[in-house]
């Protein structure tokens, strides 16, 4: 059984910076695509960023691109997103997902964690 927990969430003022975390139990992560997913109130979720195992190539949305950046640290089965000059508008709660390299929704997905940032 795949299980993701997240942490690292919190509140912080605008400007500010946050690191979330992945860590990543029951199995190998070079397995999967690891992604970050927001959802804001009342929005639908929405997609952050994913780093590919085989090759840690990333990916990220418009709106992050810059100031956010995903990595991984194999030894720890830990996903990372360091979070830099946040906005306002990042407040959302912050999910962590797992998909096989070969499909397009993610299977596994953390509880979450709610980032609130300031303005």
């Known amino acids: 059984q795949v299980q993701l927990e997240e942490s690292g969430g919190g509140l912080v003022q605008a400007g500010g910076s946050l690191r979330l975390s992945c860590a990543v139990s029951?199995?190998?992560?070079?397995?999967?695509?690891m992604a970050w997913v927001r959802q804001a109130p009342g929005k639908e979720r929405a997609f952050v960023a994913l780093?590919?195992?085989?090759?840690?190539?990333?990916s990220y949305a418009s709106s992050v691109k810059g100031r956010f950046t995903i990595s991984r640290d194999n030894a720890k089965n830990t996903v990372y997103l360091q979070m830099n000059s946040l906005k306002s508008e990042d407040t959302a709660v912050y999910y962590c997902?797992?998909?096989?390299?070969?499909?397009?929704?993610?299977?596994?997905w953390g509880q979450g964690t709610q980032v609130t940032v300031s303005s």
């Open positions: 997902a797992a998909r096989y390299p070969y499909l397009t929704e993610y299977q596994y």
């Open positions: 029951g199995a190998t992560l070079r397995r999967y695509v």
């Open positions: 780093i590919t195992w085989a090759n840690a190539s990333t």
